[in-house]
């Protein structure tokens, strides 16, 4: 399950952006309160919050801040954030995410998505055939105030595009 969880994070996480400057810690759970993740999706509104130096790709050095909070259902709500990249590096890293849907798609996921004026998002729900261990995943991702900003939910039932799309809309009305 850890596999799926990881693949999930990737996309959600999106490779479309680099970071700040290397090491450089964002405090990314100040973005939304444990109250707005739990009305939202439930849980304890336990969170723990990472700053990820990149290892590699353009974005080498950089810092990607995380923000993950436990909700009901053993899921989980995720937010990222890191500088966006611009021009062929971007587009670039785009294309990769459009590839990530694409490939679960190709395994037999189902997409329902929706574009909004500032994000897009999309709820993936893995094939009835597979193992009940891997999650429903929502996410919406947008690009505000020179950020790259994602905020994803992942567990064992569906939460709705608008859910997401409501925390993420808290989160980008806190960027510095």
Not at 29 to 49: D, H, K, P, Y
Request: hydrophobic letters at 40%.
């Amino acid at each position: 399950m850890k596999k799926q969880f990881g693949a999930a994070l990737g996309i959600l996480i999106v490779f479309t952006w680099s970071g700040l400057a290397g090491g450089k810690e964002m405090h990314t759970c100040a973005l939304l309160t444990s109250n707005e993740v739990v009305a939202a999706v439930g849980g304890s509104g336990q969170f723990q919050e990472s700053n990820i130096v990149i290892e590699e790709g353009p974005s080498k050095g950089e810092t990607l801040g995380g923000c993950m909070w436990a909700a009901d259902n053993q899921g989980m709500v995720s937010i990222s954030m890191i500088r966006a990249l611009q021009g062929a590096l971007r587009e670039a890293g785009l294309a990769k995410l459009r590839d990530g849907f694409q490939r679960l798609k190709a395994k037999g996921w189902t997409e329902e998505k929706q574009e909004f004026s500032d994000a897009k998002c999309a709820l993936m729900t893995p094939p009835a055939s597979s193992k009940k261990d891997i999650p429903v995943m929502t996410g919406c991702v947008a690009e505000a105030k020179g950020m790259g900003i994602s905020v994803g939910y992942m567990g064992r039932t569906s939460v709705p595009i608008e859910k997401v799309k409501t925390l993420l809309d808290k989160a980008i009305g806190r960027l510095p």
